[in-house]
């Protein structure tokens, strides 16, 4: 690694757990619990070289269409990640921010994440966004709905200031964009962000 050349923010698409599961005759929730392995590890290395922030897609809003023993077994996951990781969180001084439609969530689910953020809110290192139940044009849209209802006027919107209303405001855009499977698409993660 060449520290000085750093980026700032890294953005993952974890995908490519069915297929890693199916290769080795294992059912897909093997592949979704070696992904979250591998969370592990990728969010403490990340904090530990010193990004500045990690945004990892989770799920999507086109994954409610999977089969709904799947949609319950990756929540399931996720608190079971959110429980066990909460303290590895902290003892790291990494915050931790759900972007999404979050509204949409599991009670339950949400109540995991948002005690999650709370406990972390204090920490100063690495910014750790999940985006779950996330899309991007989704996320343009409901930045245009709130800077209607700021009555932000035509002569005070510019690109600096549209940013600032999605869910990533203030934070860089990020520098590398990594899709675990190893395919070349964007699937509708962070389309204002990944721009350059
Ligand atoms: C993509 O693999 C993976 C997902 C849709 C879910 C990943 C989410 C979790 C494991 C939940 C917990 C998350 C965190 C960050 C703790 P795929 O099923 O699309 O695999 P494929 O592309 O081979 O079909």
């Keep these: 690694v060449t520290m000085d050349r750093l980026p700032r923010h890294v953005a993952i698409i974890m995908d490519g757990n069915g297929r890693w599961a199916g290769q080795r005759h294992l059912p897909r929730v ?3 619990r070696a992904g ?5 590890d990728v969010v403490e290395t990340s904090a530990r070289l010193g990004l500045e922030v990690l945004t990892l897609y989770a799920f999507s809003v086109e994954n409610w269409k999977r089969p709904a023993a799947e949609v319950s077994t990756l929540m399931m996951l996720l608190k079971r ?12 001084n990494i915050r931790f921010k759900v972007i999404g439609r979050t509204d949409q969530l599991w009670p339950d689910v949400l109540s995991e994440l948002t005690d999650a953020e709370r406990k972390t809110a204090g920490n100063t290192g690495m910014l750790f ?6 899309g991007g044009r989704a996320e343009i849209v409901e930045a245009a709905k709130r800077l ?3 009555q932000i006027r035509p002569e005070e ?11 990533t405001a203030g934070q860089p855009d990020p520098d590398l964009l990594i899709r675990t499977s190893g395919e070349m698409r964007i699937s509708n993660f962070l389309l204002w962000q990944i721009a350059y």
């Design 30 to 32: 093997e592949g979704h």
């Design 36 to 40: 979250i392995d591998a969370v592990r």
């Design 81 to 92: 990640y959110l429980r066990s990781e909460l303290s590895t969180l902290l003892k790291n």
């Design 129 to 134: 966004n999940i985006a779950l139940n996330y």
């Design 148 to 150: 209607l209802a700021a």
């Design 157 to 167: 919107l510019d690109e600096q200031r549209f940013a600032g209303f999605l869910y």
